[in-house]
């Protein structure tokens, strides 16, 4: 079955730095992955679905995607406090449902002013 | 745009106890989902449909009964829950084709709670 993580757990960054969330997935046949966003107590945001090796911007917010090592990280640049959240990697097998996703546990954002 | 609206927004019930939650997706969308949402594990897939009658098993479909009565309604049923189940539900609805067959719409969450 196939399982996703995120690194690191929780990061904090400073108004304006750059922040970089890292996740792996474990089958290399996942054809779609997706970036999605949590203020606390709210409900999903999609940020930026991305579908082949290479990267995809959305606003201030770019996937990178490399299927050979398994990894699709997400670069948001100049975040604002704002941008305080859970963000959560989903990853589709190919073939599914495009709602049989699996998501990984997160990464807790802090935005410091 | 799509709307997929749960109720309640938020339940508290005793361990035992009988509990329905509800969805309607508005725009026909073929394929609806359960998901649950605990700390340390993201969402996981409790139950799917891909149209009104069918079922489909997902990762963590244990305790969990579904029902989808039409193409707009899907139920996520607890017969006797448990406090493992206290959790933050979520619907979802998909198209299988046309311009939105990639676009996932959630609902806004049942958050339950099983003393």
């Known amino acids: 079955q196939q399982k996703v993580q995120q690194s690191p757990e929780s990061l904090t960054v400073s108004e304006g730095a750059m922040a970089s969330l890292n996740c792996t997935f474990s089958d290399r046949s996942s054809d779609n992955f997706r970036w999605y966003r949590q203020h606390s107590g709210k409900g999903l945001e999609v940020l930026v679905s991305?579908?082949?090796?290479g990267e995809k911007e959305e606003g201030s917010f770019t996937a990178h995607l490399n299927r050979a090592s398994l990894h699709v990280f997400l670069h948001i640049r100049e975040p604002q406090p704002s941008d305080s959240a859970l963000y959560l990697c989903?990853?589709?097998?190919?073939?599914?449902?495009?709602?049989?996703?699996?998501f990984g546990a997160g990464t807790q954002l802090i935005v410091i002013p | 745009e799509a709307a997929v609206t749960q109720s309640p927004r938020n339940k508290v019930t005793v361990t035992g106890g009988n509990v329905t939650l509800s969805c309607r997706q508005t725009n026909s969308h073929n394929y609806m989902y359960w998901y649950r949402q605990d700390t340390g594990h993201g969402l996981r897939l409790i139950h799917y449909?891909?149209?009104?009658?069918?079922?489909q098993i997902g990762d963590v479909p244990d305790g969990y009964k579904a029902t989808r009565t039409t193409q707009e309604d899907f139920f996520l049923l607890l017969e006797l829950a448990s406090p493992s189940q206290t959790s933050l539900y979520f619907c979802a609805s998909s198209d299988a084709g046309g311009p939105s067959a990639e676009t996932l719409y959630f609902g806004s969450g049942t958050r339950l709670t099983v003393l």
């Open positions: 991305i579908f082949s090796d």
């Open positions: 989903a990853v589709r097998a190919r073939g599914s449902a495009l709602g049989r996703l699996h």
């Open positions: 449909s891909y149209g009104a009658g069918n079922l």
